[in-house]
C-alpha cells in the first residue's frame, strides 16, 4: 500500500477515535522522513488496430511461405519431366501433348495430363486426371483420379484410379484397381481387377479374374474371364436369337444374383441364378434355378 494511502487510512482511524493524535503524529512523522515512492508507469493498453494489422501481416506471411513451398515442389517435380516433340506443352498444372509428344520422368507428377494424337508416356504418371484420344503408350504404373480414353491406350504397368471410362482400345499388361469402370470397345488385362461398379460392352478379357459389386457385361465379341466374383452379375448377349454377337468363358462365376446368356463355365453358384439362352454349363449350385430351354446345365446341386 503507497504512503499517501496509510496516512489517509490512519487519519480516518484518529477521525473515528480508534487511536490518540499522539500516535497518529509518530507514525506520520515515521513516514515523513521516508524518501518519496517513485510512481510505477502505468501500463498503456496497446491499439487494436496495431494488434490486427499484426497478426494479419503474420499469417499473410505464413500463408506467403506456405504457398512458395508449394510452388517449390511443383517446380521441382516439372524440372524433372523431361519432352520432346512440337505438340508437348508443360505447364505448373498440366502436360498436353497435342499431335505428337514424349514425356519422361520418375515420377511424371501434375494435376492434369491430356493427350490428343500420338503420345508416349515414359515413367510413372500421377496426376489427379488423364485424358487421353487417339494413340497413347504408358511404360509404367499409372495412377490419377479421374481416367478417361478415347481410341487405343496401352499401359504396360498397373492403372489405379476411382474412374475409369474408356472407349475403343485399353490394354493393361499389370492389374486395375478402381471404384467404377465403364468399357466400350475392347479391355484386356493380364492382371487381375478389382472394382466396385464394372459395366462393359464389346469385347473383355481378364487374365486375373474380376472381383466386383456389380457386374454387367454387353457381350459384343469373344470374352474371356476366368473368375467372377460379385454380388449381381448379368452377362447378356447381343443381336438377335438366331444370330447372336459375343460370348463369354468362364472356370467360375460367384454371386447372389447371377443372370447369364451366351455363357460357357465350369461352375456357376449363386442364390438366384437364371440360365439364359446359348449357355453352357458343367455345373450350377443354386438356391432358385432358371434354366432356358436353348441352354445345357450339366449337373445341379443344391447349395451346401
Do not use: W
Not at 66 to 88: K, L, P, Q, W, Y
Not at 89 to 114: A, Q, R
Not at 246 to 263: F, N, P, V
Request: proline letters at 3%.
Amino acid at each position: 500500500m503507497k504512503r499517501k494511502d496509510i496516512l489517509r487510512k490512519l487519519e480516518e482511524r484518529l477521525a473515528r477515535g480508534e487511536i490518540t493524535e499522539k500516535t497518529y503524529l509518530e507514525i506520520k512523522a515515521r513516514y515523513d522522513s521516508e524518501p518519496e515512492e517513485s510512481e510505477a508507469p502505468e501500463a498503456t493498453m496497446p491499439d487494436i488496430g496495431e494488434a490486427i494489422g499484426a497478426a494479419v501481416a503474420q499469417a499473410t506471411a505464413e500463408a506467403s511461405r506456405h504457398a512458395e513451398h508449394a510452388a517449390h515442389v511443383v517446380g521441382e517435380a516439372m524440372r524433372a519431366v523431361d519432352f520432346s516433340g512440337i505438340g508437348t506443352k508443360l505447364s505448373e498444372e498440366s502436360i498436353k501433348i497435342l499431335g505428337s509428344g514424349v514425356v519422361s520422368g520418375n515420377p511424371i507428377k501434375t494435376v492434369e495430363f491430356k493427350s490428343a494424337g500420338s503420345a508416349r508416356v515414359q515413367g510413372p504418371l500421377e496426376a489427379e486426371t488423364a485424358r487421353i484420344a487417339g494413340s497413347c503408350i504408358c511404360d509404367s504404373d499409372v495412377h490419377v483420379e479421374e481416367f478417361r480414353s478415347a481410341g487405343s491406350t496401352r499401359i504396360a504397368g498397373n492403372l489405379k484410379a476411382e474412374e475409369i471410362e474408356a472407349s475403343g482400345s485399353l490394354q493393361v499388361d499389370g492389374s486395375i484397381q478402381a471404384e467404377e469402370i465403364s468399357s466400350s470397345g475392347s479391355l484386356t488385362v493380364k492382371g487381375r481387377v478389382e472394382v466396385e461398379e464394372f459395366r462393359s460392352s464389346g469385347s473383355v478379357r481378364i487374365d486375373g479374374g474380376l472381383t466386383a459389386e456389380e457386374v454387367e457385361i454387353d457381350l459384343g465379341g469373344t470374352s474371356k474371364i476366368p473368375t467372377i466374383e460379385a454380388e449381381e452379375i448379368r452377362v447378356k448377349a447381343t443381336g438377335g436369337f438366331f444370330r447372336v454377337r459375343g460370348d463369354l468363358t468362364a472356370e467360375r462365376i460367384e454371386g447372389e444374383e447371377i443372370e447369364l446368356e451366351a455363357t460357357t463355365a465350369a461352375l456357376v453358384k449363386g442364390d438366384e441364378v437364371h440360365i439364359g439362352p446359348h449357355c453352357h454349363i458343367d455345373v450350377v449350385e443354386a438356391r432358385e434355378l432358371v434354366v432356358h430351354s436353348s441352354s445345357e446345365v450339366r449337373e445341379r446341386r443344391a447349395p451346401s
